[in-house]
C-alpha cells in the first residue's frame, strides 16, 4: 500500500508542476491577445486616412479599365500560421481553409503543385501541414514573436510581392490568416491585389465637407506613396490578427488543459486520501489484533 500511495503523490507532484507551467502560459497568452488587438486597433484611424486620401487621389484620375479573368493569374497565396503548437485547430484550419480558397475554380483537387502561382506562408506548424498536403511552397517565413518583430515581416513580404510582380507577372495577391472572434477565432481571406480602386474612389462619400482637399504634388507620386501605405497598413493589420487569434486559440486550449489537469487532480487526491484512510484502517486492525493475541496469550497464561 506504501508503494502505491508513493506513486499517487508522485502523480500529484507532476499534476501540480503541470498546473503551474499551464497557469503561466494561459496569463501570457491573455496578455499577448490584447497586446496584439491593441496594435491591430491602432492602426484602423491611419487606415481611414489613407483610404481618405486615396479617394481623393483617384477622384482626379480616369477610371482604371477592369482585368479580364485570364490577368487573375497566376496568383500568389500567403498563408500566415504559427510557429508553436499548443494552438488547438488554429494552424489545421487556416490550412484547409486557405487550399479550399486556392482551389476557386480548380475543378481537380488532386493536388496544389498544378497550380500557376506561388505560395508563401509563414509559421513552422501550418507549413508543416501545407507540405503534407501536397504544396509546391515557393517561400517559408517565421511569424513575428513580439509587436516590434511585425514590421521588418511585413516589409519582408512586401518586398517578394513586388519582387512576384515584376519576375512572375503576379495580377493577384490573396493573404489569408485567421482573425480573433468573441471567444475564438475564425479564417479570413483577404485580396491585396487587383486593389478595388472603385471603392476607394467611392470613400470620398464619408467626407464631412462638402469640399475635398487639394494637393500639389505629382498625382502618380501621391498615389503611389499612398498605395505603399494601404499595402503596408494591409498586411500588418493582417498579421497582428493573426497573432491575437493564435494566442485566442492558446489561451482556449490552456483553459482546457486547466480544467482537466483540475479534474486528474481531484480524482488522484481523492484516491491518495482513500489510500490513506485504507492503510490507517490496516494499521489499526493490525494493532487490534495483535492486542487481541497478546491478551489472548495471557489468558491462556493465567488459566494454566
Not at 487550399?99 to 506561388?118: A, H, N, Q
Not at 516589409?155 to 493577384?172: A, K, V
Amino acid at each position: 500500500m506504501s508503494l502505491s500511495l508513493e506513486a499517487l503523490q508522485k502523480q500529484i507532484e507532476s499534476a501540480d508542476d503541470l498546473q503551474s507551467i499551464v497557469s503561466t502560459m494561459k496569463a501570457l497568452a491573455a496578455t499577448s491577445v490584447r497586446q496584439y488587438e491593441r496594435a491591430s486597433e491602432s492602426l484602423d484611424a491611419y487606415f481611414h486616412t489613407i483610404q481618405l486620401g486615396l479617394s481623393v487621389v483617384l477622384e482626379s484620375r480616369a477610371e482604371e479599365p477592369s482585368l479580364s479573368a485570364d490577368q487573375f493569374h497566376p496568383v500568389a497565396a500567403i498563408v500566415l500560421g504559427s510557429d508553436h503548437g499548443l494552438v488547438g485547430r488554429f494552424n489545421e484550419q487556416i490550412t484547409s481553409y486557405a487550399l479550399d480558397e486556392y482551389w476557386f475554380g480548380k475543378g481537380d483537387k488532386t493536388g496544389v503543385s498544378s497550380l500557376d502561382g506561388v505560395v508563401l506562408v509563414a509559421g513552422e506548424q501550418v507549413t508543416t501541414r501545407a507540405v503534407a498536403a501536397g504544396v509546391d511552397l515557393t517561400d517559408a517565413l517565421s511569424m513575428p514573436t513580439s509587436i516590434a518583430a511585425i514590421t521588418p515581416f511585413v516589409q519582408s513580404i512586401l518586398e517578394r510581392i513586388e519582387e512576384w510582380r515584376s519576375r512572375d507577372g503576379i495580377n493577384r495577391v490573396i493573404l489569408f490568416y485567421n482573425r480573433p472572434l468573441s471567444g475564438g477565432f475564425s479564417p479570413r481571406a483577404e485580396t491585396l491585389l487587383p486593389i478595388r480602386l472603385e471603392d476607394l474612389r467611392r470613400t470620398r462619400l464619408r467626407w464631412q465637407s462638402r469640399s475635398l482637399p487639394t494637393f500639389t504634388m505629382s498625382t502618380e507620386n501621391l498615389l503611389s506613396a499612398l498605395l505603399r501605405q494601404y499595402f503596408f497598413v494591409s498586411v500588418y493589420r493582417a498579421c497582428a490578427q493573426s497573432l491575437a487569434a493564435e494566442n485566442m486559440s492558446r489561451l482556449m486550449a490552456m483553459q482546457g488543459a486547466e480544467k482537466n489537469i483540475d479534474e486528474r487532480l481531484e480524482s488522484l487526491r481523492a484516491r491518495f486520501q482513500q489510500g490513506r484512510q485504507n492503510a490507517i484502517t490496516e494499521e489499526l486492525l493490525d494493532i487490534v489484533s495483535g492486542f487481541k493475541s497478546i491478551r489472548d496469550k495471557r489468558d491462556a497464561s493465567d488459566s494454566q
